[in-house]
């Protein structure tokens, strides 16, 4: 059964970081580009960061871009999104995806449970 389990949510300063992390189950991580998304209380879904297969082409909402980095480690089946100079409107759940496409997509196949970030001093 294909899983993916998001960890490292938290609450954390403005200012600060974390580090989430998705860790994948039931398939092989190689051929799947991974996503983040996000949604706030009351705002829809937002993409955050996506990383294709190969892990030779990323991309980033602008409003994370400079402060998110998203990178994958296929030996160990996970991907990361380090997220720094946190932001009290980064304050969302945050959900790993996976696509057998191996692309970017803005509707991935697969989603993990979810996150919570809160970014609050």
Do not use: H
């Not at 949510?9 to 039931?26: E, K, T």
């Not at 993409?47 to 998110?68: E, H, L, P, Q």
């Amino acid at each position: 059964q294909l899983q993916l389990v998001e960890s490292g949510g938290g609450l954390v300063q403005p200012g600060g970081s974390l580090r989430l992390s998705c860790a994948v189950s039931g398939f092989t991580l190689d051929y799947y580009a991974i996503g983040w998304f996000r949604q706030a209380p009351g705002k829809e879904r937002e993409g955050v960061s996506c990383i294709t297969k190969s892990g030779g082409s990323t991309n980033y909402a602008d409003s994370v871009k400079g402060r998110f980095t998203i990178s994958r480690d296929n030996a160990k089946n996970t991907v990361y999104l380090q997220m720094n100079s946190l932001k009290p409107e980064d304050t969302a759940v945050y959900y790993c995806t996976a696509d057998r496409s191996g692309l970017c997509t803005i509707s991935p196949t697969y989603w993990g449970q979810g996150t919570q970030v809160s970014v609050s001093s």
